[in-house]
């Protein structure tokens, strides 16, 4: 890599850690190339992105961000997860970690935020932006189908009052 490419690096890792918003850091030592394209294709379906960069450059592109206090985890091999979304690339991350002992999460940021492990894992647990709105959507619609149900629940009940009166009359 030129002098030109490694300022490129680092200003396109600026732009990650400056806008993203949730970015994973994690140990990758002992993952095969089959592995790592599986991580990949995980976190792009999930709309995240998943980035190799050297410690240094990192170190230098985390200048002047929130992320700041985040560049001690920079050692040995590391891998930046990142997204927009604030659950897709921890969830992913953690997914892929429980299934592979060599894929370590160090922790993360959540724009000012720091996040350990545990921090990371956490976000992982919560429910993604799709599956919110879907529980909204039905939530919304239950009072719907139960004001229906209601409705009509005074219709059978007369349904069935007359019903009783009819067999009560022919019955004497």
Same mark, same amino acid.
Do not use: C, W
């Given at each position: 890599?030129?002098?030109?490419?490694?300022?490129?690096?680092? #200003?396109?890792?600026?732009?990650? =850690?400056?806008?993203?918003?949730?970015?994973?850091?994690?140990?990758?030592?002992?993952?095969?190339?089959?592995?790592?394209?599986?991580?990949?294709?995980?976190?792009?379906?999930?709309?995240? #992105?998943?980035?190799?960069?050297?410690?240094?450059?990192?170190?230098?592109?985390?200048?002047?961000?929130?992320?700041?206090?985040?560049?001690?985890?920079?050692?040995?091999?590391?891998?930046?997860?990142?997204?927009?979304?604030?659950?897709?690339?921890?969830?992913?991350?953690?997914?892929?970690?429980?299934?592979?002992?060599? =894929?370590?999460?160090?922790?993360?940021?959540?724009?000012?935020?720091?996040?350990?492990?545990?921090?990371?894992?956490?976000?992982?647990?919560?429910?993604?932006?799709?599956?919110?709105?879907?529980?909204?959507?039905?939530?919304?619609?239950?009072?719907?189908?139960?004001?229906?149900?209601?409705?009509?629940?005074?219709?059978?009940?007369?349904?069935?009052?007359? #019903?009783?009166?009819?067999?009560?009359?022919?019955?004497?």
């Amino acid at each position: 890599m030129d002098r030109a490419q490694k300022r490129e690096m680092v #200003s396109n890792l600026n732009g990650v =850690f400056s806008d993203a918003g949730v970015v994973v850091v994690a140990h990758y030592s002992g993952l095969n190339v089959s592995q790592m394209t599986d991580l990949r294709s995980r976190m792009k379906e999930a709309g995240a #992105s998943l980035k190799v960069a050297k410690n240094r450059l990192v170190k230098l592109a985390l200048k002047d961000t929130d992320a700041e206090n985040i560049s001690d985890l920079f050692q040995g091999p590391t891998v930046i997860a990142y997204s927009d979304d604030p659950i897709a690339a921890p969830k992913v991350a953690a997914d892929f970690a429980k299934g592979h002992e060599s =894929f370590v999460i160090l922790g993360g940021t959540m724009g000012a935020t720091n996040l350990d492990k545990n921090g990371v894992e956490a976000l992982a647990k919560l429910p993604s932006l799709d599956e919110l709105r879907a529980k909204l959507v039905g939530m919304i619609n239950t009072p719907a189908t139960r004001i229906a149900g209601v409705l009509q629940a005074p219709a059978g009940q007369l349904a069935r009052v007359f #019903s009783a009166y009819g067999a009560k009359d022919e019955a004497a």
